[in-house]
């Protein structure tokens, strides 16, 4: 099962949207061309990626940033959004599906709509796909916050995704245009549902420069 080197992948996502920085861009990128590179050949990544990554750490801390903050609330629901990406490919990885619901809640009857499907489906559905789930190799790049709002214990957030995933025309990055709403409950965000869109061309913030 694909998965990314955790200190890579903090560092140079990281700097994809923090920099305004065009040389610093054709670094990142260049660090995720070998990192696809590595990944296909079942390779460890080499030692000067690993080097590039770490003085492109060291470039974010001398350089001008123009990075949103969040509030506490704010920061520990984009986390939890995280951590269920985690649980996600973890129990892909142990082929339980389990594991992404406990640390994942949802409400019953909470669905999901993917635009590209002609309805929501139920998020409990998903274990009847299991299967299908666990032959995607597939792991999660980032995720850029466009908009998060917390009234009292309701929360929702607007938000780009981004995942690399197995083709049949090889590893390709995919990007989409998401918004989740959750309540929290007993101290855990609890998920009400969400819809996901593909972008498109017109709308897309790619890692890549053109």
């Not at 506490?72 to 986390?79: A, V």
């Not at 957030?157 to 309540?183: A, I, N």
Request: proline content about 3%; aromatic content about 12%.
């Amino acid at each position: 099962m694909l998965k990314l080197d955790q200190n890579l992948k903090s560092k140079a996502l990281l700097i994809r949207y923090l920099y305004d920085s065009r040389s610093v861009l054709i670094l990142s990128n260049f660090i995720f061309n070998q990192t696809t590179t590595a990944m296909k050949t079942n390779h460890k990544l080499s030692s000067r990626i690993k080097v590039l990554s770490g003085t492109l750490f060291m470039l974010l801390f001398s350089s001008h940033l123009y990075g949103q903050t969040y509030s506490s609330e704010e920061q520990e629901l984009i986390d939890h959004i995280t951590n269920c990406w985690d649980a996600w490919i973890e129990g892909k990885n142990e082929s339980n599906p389990d594991i992404w619901y406990e640390k994942c809640p949802s409400k019953p009857n909470a669905s999901m709509w993917w635009t590209n499907d002609g309805a929501p489906e139920q998020i409990d559905r998903v274990t009847r796909k299991w299967e299908f789930a666990t032959a995607l190799n597939e792991d999660w790049l980032d995720m850029r916050p466009v908009a998060i709002r917390i009234w009292d214990d309701v929360g929702m957030v607007q938000f780009y995704g981004y995942w690399l995933v197995d083709s049949k025309d090889g590893f390709v990055r995919t990007e989409f245009k998401r918004t989740e709403m959750f309540k929290k409950e007993n101290g855990t965000w609890i998920l009400l549902g969400g819809q996901g869109t593909p972008v498109t061309k017109e709308d897309a913030e790619p890692y890549e420069l053109h």
